[in-house]
């Protein structure tokens, strides 16, 4: 018969069979895998903090062990290391025109550096336990500072004068993080160890709580605070979830992201360039960086790491990103930059560009006809992918040639269940499926049971398949019966179904004995 023009021209699947085709890359996706992945190692011990400096040329501040590590923004080198300290560093801070760096100690000192000479300049006392959090204001106040420890007090410094202006009796516990609001200089938020983030207000009189304009409860330990762009939300990181707080709303939870499964340790701000949308990006301990929408609330990107995460920071520039880990590693991505090219090329011979004109490809030249193809789209272009050419199987051409009993024989043979069971749908489809049964002689009705006694009992495919086998077994009684060469199969599927049904059984009964637990433990 000639094959039927408006048949299938593609493999048939099976409807049991799940969409194993993987979902395309959005936009916001391919621009985080953008970032060229590096590694600095090496370093001592954990990387407490990251912070790039907010003016040009934006270095980055790395406290770990007993230093402060400054390396340059671009290319990542090392500029200058900062050892004034006789115990470990914490929370290495820009002020707002990146001219001096904080840093809180182990012993409780808090010191303010010349970023380019390494001199301590001020050194602030007061604190009686760890200072972990040290934070300018986020405006133009640069002649005061925020601090924080494990002496649960948050204090509020004029550097100039080494004097402190203000002390809280902040939390019941460890103070852990803080974060300062970025549209008034007088406005901090603090998160604790007992669970609460509290944002202070230093207009208000010292030394009482109802310097504390607002208070909320994370429901874990605070690992980190950060005020959003707006001013108007707050994040929180603790457990291992991120929330986020509507402060104009009186402290009102709007959103919880819980898609780490270990301690969440760091936030900081990411901005997709192109559409100047800012991403909350988390680090946890499980080793995965998310990228957060907060407008959306919804995850826009996952980054997976070998080892616990313990900071993170954006570059101003969105030029890269630099996460640091438990075991002293730095993980750095950095955008690859597309060098414009005019009317020639360039290439480096030692430290000086030279200038090359284009080859102009000729006729005779087999790189003529193929010019173009490496080329990548462009942001608006139209794409038309050349169709690919698909393998048609043999039981798929039988198919399209209604040569139904040869393609169930075919597909039969190959012992592949999916394949096997598409067929079997397709000429369930056709109302063939019945009729291709009873026409099957010994040997492929014998090729049939055999088949049905291998997959009747896989989960995916048993509904349909023991169906299947008590059609065929009420179609070809007789001849199974009058051939011993169906006692084998036979007593097989027969063992197999009853094997089968124990064991679904025995579920049941588990499942009564489980269902009255589970809706006591949901009372």
Same mark, same amino acid.
């Given at each position: ?17 799940? #969409? ?7 936009? &916001? ?8 992945? =590096? ?11 990251? =912070? ?8 980055? *501040? ?20 900062? %050892? ?15 001219? +001096?760096?904080?840093?809180?100690? &182990? ?35 640069? /002649? ?40 008034? =200089? ?67 939870? +709007?959103?919880?992201? =819980? ?101 102009? +490809? ?19 272009? %139209? ?9 048609? *199987?043999?039981?798929?051409? /039988? ?50 049971? #055999? ?21 065929? +077994? ?5 001849? @199974?019966?009058?051939?011993? *060469? ?33 809706? @006591?433990?949901?009372?």
């Amino acid at each position: 018969m000639a094959e039927n023009p408006t048949s299938k021209l593609f493999p048939i699947k099976s409807r049991l069979q799940p #969409n194993s085709k993987k979902p395309s890359s959005s936009p &916001e996706s391919k621009y985080w895998k953008s970032f060229k992945s =590096d590694q600095i190692s090496g370093l001592i011990s954990s990387i407490a903090s990251l =912070d790039f400096s907010p003016s040009n040329p934006n270095d980055l *501040a790395l406290t770990s062990s007993a230093s402060i590590s400054i390396y340059d923004s671009k290319s990542f080198t090392l500029k200058s290391t900062i %050892s004034s300290f006789s115990d470990l560093a914490y929370s290495a801070t820009f002020r707002s025109d990146g001219r +001096l760096l904080a840093a809180g100690g &182990e012993s409780g000192l808090v010191q303010v550096f010349d970023p380019k000479t390494r001199l301590p300049l001020r050194h602030l006392r007061g604190h009686s336990r760890p200072v972990r959090i040290v934070k300018y204001p986020a405006g133009n106040d640069k /002649l005061h500072l925020f601090s924080g420890g494990d002496d649960a007090l948050l204090k509020y410094w004029d550097v100039a004068g080494e004097t402190q202006i203000l002390s809280f009796q902040a939390h019941k516990d460890y103070i852990r993080s803080g974060s300062p609001s970025p549209v008034t =200089d007088e406005l901090f938020a603090t998160g604790s160890y007992d669970h609460n983030v509290k944002v202070w207000d230093v207009r208000v009189s010292n030394s009482k709580s109802d310097s504390c304009v607002m208070e909320f409860n994370h429901g874990k330990p605070v690992e980190d605070v950060l005020f959003l762009p707006s001013g108007g939300l707050i994040a929180t990181a603790g457990g291992n979830s991120v929330k986020i707080w509507d402060v104009i709303g009186g402290g009102r939870l +709007l959103h919880t992201m =819980d898609s780490h499964n270990k301690t969440v340790t760091s936030l900081c701000i990411g901005k997709v360039e192109k559409s100047g949308e800012k991403r909350i990006l988390s680090v946890s301990l499980d080793g995965y960086m998310k990228v957060f929408d907060y407008a959306g609330f919804r995850i826009t990107h996952s980054m997976r790491f070998p080892a616990p995460l313990m900071s993170v920071g954006f570059s101003p520039l969105c030029s890269s990103y630099v996460i640091g880990t438990s075991n002293g590693n730095l993980f750095i991505g950095k955008r690859k930059e597309r060098a414009e090219v005019d009317d020639g090329l360039e290439k480096l011979e030692g430290d000086s560009v030279v200038r090359m004109e284009k080859r102009v +490809l000729k006729l005779s030249n087999y790189r003529y006809f193929h010019r173009g193809q490496t080329e990548k789209p462009s942001e608006g272009d %139209s794409v038309i992918k050349k169709r690919r050419m698909v393998k048609i *199987a043999e039981h798929d051409k /039988l198919l399209r040639k209604f040569r139904h009993k040869e393609a169930l024989v075919s597909v039969l043979n190959q012992k592949d269940p999916r394949s096997t069971v598409a067929v079997m749908e397709e000429l369930i489809a056709r109302k063939k499926l019945l009729k291709c049964v009873s026409n099957l002689d010994v040997d492929e009705l014998l090729l049939l049971l #055999n088949f049905l006694c291998r997959f009747s009992t896989m989960p995916r495919y048993a509904s349909f398949l023991m169906g299947l086998a008590r059609k065929v +077994l009420q179609l070809r009684t007789k001849d @199974i019966r009058d051939s011993d *060469a169906f006692k084998n199969p036979i007593r097989n599927l027969r063992q197999m179904i009853d094997e089968e049904i124990k064991i679904q059984h025995s579920l049941q009964e588990i499942q009564g004995i489980i269902s009255p637990l589970l809706r @006591i433990a949901g009372r």
